[in-house]
């Protein structure tokens, strides 16, 4: 998938598949018929970093596993460009080894999980 960039930044203790990650971002690309070029960051983060994001931007003080942050949203910051720029997924990676456990699944796979579920709200589709 050239036509998708996908910026990852992971803090250095946490060990997580670059490879799925890019992987779930494309499928969710893909999924949803998005054929123009477009680039995405994915923050691996701890709970201190999540919880103060948290409580920035939510009011909630406490952590939590997904935070999604897309472009489109307030002020529009569309710099001249033929890149679409969706926005930032933020996951805290003690979370997702907490949910991983609890859910008896590989942390790789709630990781590609969370992805998916912060690429489907950057793209605007929600749950309620």
């Not at 910026?7 to 490879?19: A, C, Q």
């Not at 997904?66 to 710099?79: D, I, M, R, T, Y």
């Not at 949910?99 to 605007?124: F, I, N, P, Y």
Request: charged fraction near 30%; include cysteine; hydrophobic fraction near 35%.
């Amino acid at each position: 998938m050239e036509n998708i960039n996908v910026l990852i930044y992971v803090e250095s203790r946490y060990k997580v598949s670059r490879k799925k990650i890019k992987s779930a971002i494309y499928q969710v690309c893909e999924e949803n018929g998005i054929k123009s070029k477009v680039e995405v960051s994915v923050a691996i983060v701890g709970d201190r970093k999540m919880k103060k994001l948290n409580k920035q931007y939510r009011d909630k003080d406490q952590t939590t596993n997904v935070l999604s942050f897309p472009l489109a949203e307030g002020k529009s910051s569309q710099l001249p460009s033929e890149i679409t720029r969706l926005g930032d997924i933020v996951i805290s990676y003690p979370e997702v080894i907490r949910e991983a456990a609890k859910e008896e699944v590989l942390v790789d796979e709630r990781v590609e999980e969370l992805v998916r579920h912060g690429m489907l709200h950057l793209l605007g589709l929600h749950h309620e």
